[in-house]
């Protein structure tokens, strides 16, 4: 199976420019089964014109939200409007909105999420010069627009509850482990690229929970 992942396009604002990288990714449909997009495809009700375009382009799509996509918006609400959408919407019967949900394609097992960062204080050995410690939390999150935009981002429902809900089900899987999983955010601190380590901000864009999972799975997925 082949893929093509595609992520971060931030559709929107630029319509010239827009049309041009929506149709560059459609042209490259013919290299690739399945289309994966981790999210920020484009903010709000603004991903579905690009989804279209690719469902009609690719076999298939996968689609998972980040945060940009709920700018403006609340975790519920958004994740309940984008899953109506995809099961109505004949134009996407061939795509998948991945929100802690599963789907087989050719016998191999999608989990996807948006996945968020920890509430819990990062383990210094895990994080040692990923990011430098941060005497004022407050301080930093107002370098990230997610603690403004996103409605209830804090609350019972925002991005913790999101987060152990998408761990819970790598943690617990239906039937077997996933083979390839999908998520916005980091899964292991090697992903952070180097010209970035020691910034203060990377916690909030990276996982550790997710890191120990993978290193305590008996099966960790062929692909993250």
């Known amino acids: ?37 981790p999210g920020d495809l484009s903010v709000g009700e603004s991903v579905l014109e690009p989804l279209r375009a690719f469902s009609e382009a690719y076999k298939h799509v996968l689609f998972v939200c980040g945060n940009h996509e709920l700018w403006g918006e609340g975790f519920p609400e958004y ?13 996407l019967k061939n795509s998948f909105f991945l929100e802690h949900g599963h789907c087989t394609i050719q016998d191999t ?11 819990e204080a990062a383990n210094p050995a895990r994080t040692s010069g990923m990011y430098d410690a941060v005497p004022n939390d407050e301080y930093i999150k107002r ?11 804090e ?16 943690r617990h899987p239906l039937d077997r482990a996933p083979d390839v999983v999908i998520s916005h955010h980091m899964p292991h601190n090697q992903a952070i690229m180097p010209q970035f380590a020691g910034s203060a901000i990377n916690k909030f864009f990276y996982c550790p929970e997710a890191q120990d999972l993978l290193e305590e799975m008996e099966n960790p997925p062929k692909l993250w």
């Not at 994740?79 to 919407?89: G, H, I, P, V």
């Not at 370098?143 to 981002?153: C, G, Q, T």
């Open 1 to 37: 199976m082949k893929l093509n992942i595609v992520s971060d396009l931030h559709v929107g604002g630029h319509p010239h420019y827009d049309k041009q990288l929506i149709q560059a990714v459609c042209d490259d449909s013919e290299h690739a089964d399945v289309l994966i997009i």
């Open 79 to 91: 994740r309940t409007w984008l899953s109506y959408e995809f099961a109505r919407d004949p134009a």
């Open 109 to 119: 097992l999608f989990y996807g999420g948006t996945m968020w960062f920890s509430d």
């Open 143 to 153: 370098m990230v627009p997610d603690f403004d935009l996103i409605k209830r981002f």
């Open 155 to 170: 609350g019972e429902y925002g991005h913790g509850h999101s987060n152990k809900s998408f761990l819970n089900g790598l």
